[in-house]
């Protein structure tokens, strides 16, 4: 593991230890960038991927997380209503100067910048879900309950898309 993926990994375990939260943290050998990756990585179902999505705030660029479930996608419109101002879908630089990490490892928590984050109640179906942890191959699990302590839980996810028939 390179330096910079070594600190960005310390950097979730330790906001993960300053908030409270207890969370297995793991390094893989496969990567985790995308939802589907990371189920099979750690063998759970795509539902129980936490997914980071970063946008902008139309008003005043700051960011705005949401996590939510690996097969859903955010209703940008909820979102924008429930956030006072239009949104945008953020660049790999904005979601980098914004967060401190690169697009498929963004975790929770740990930002560099004050990020605004947004739970989707979606994932409190589940016991455990499995969230990024700094690198687009370290992940760490955890209850989603305690992942509802870092900001606002709120449903903003659309339904994921009927399976196409072949």
């Known amino acids: ?33 995308t939802s589907v990756e990371a189920a099979q990585a750690v063998g759970c179902a795509v539902e129980q991927i936490a997914k980071s999505v970063v946008f902008r705030r139309a008003d005043t660029g700051g960011a705005v997380l949401v996590v939510l479930r690996g097969v859903d996608r955010v209703d940008t419109k909820a979102l924008a209503a429930h956030v006072g101002s239009k949104i945008e ?51 760490f699990a955890v209850d989603p309950r305690q992942l509802t302590s870092l900001g606002t839980r709120l449903h903003v996810a659309e ?5 196409t028939k072949a």
Do not use: C, K
Request: proline residues 10%.
């Open 1 to 33: 593991m390179s330096e910079a993926s070594l600190a960005a990994v310390t950097r979730v375990r330790q906001a993960l230890a300053e908030a409270g939260i207890t969370a297995r943290v793991m390094e893989l050998p496969a990567s985790t960038h």
């Open 89 to 139: 879908r953020a660049t790999p630089e904005f979601v980098r100067d914004a967060t401190g990490f690169a697009v498929g490892g963004v975790p929770p928590l740990a930002h560099t910048t004050t990020v605004e984050v947004i739970v989707d109640d979606g994932l409190l179906q589940y016991r455990e879900v499995w969230a990024a942890a700094g690198t687009p191959n370290a992940v």
């Open 159 to 163: 339904a994921p898309p009927p399976p």
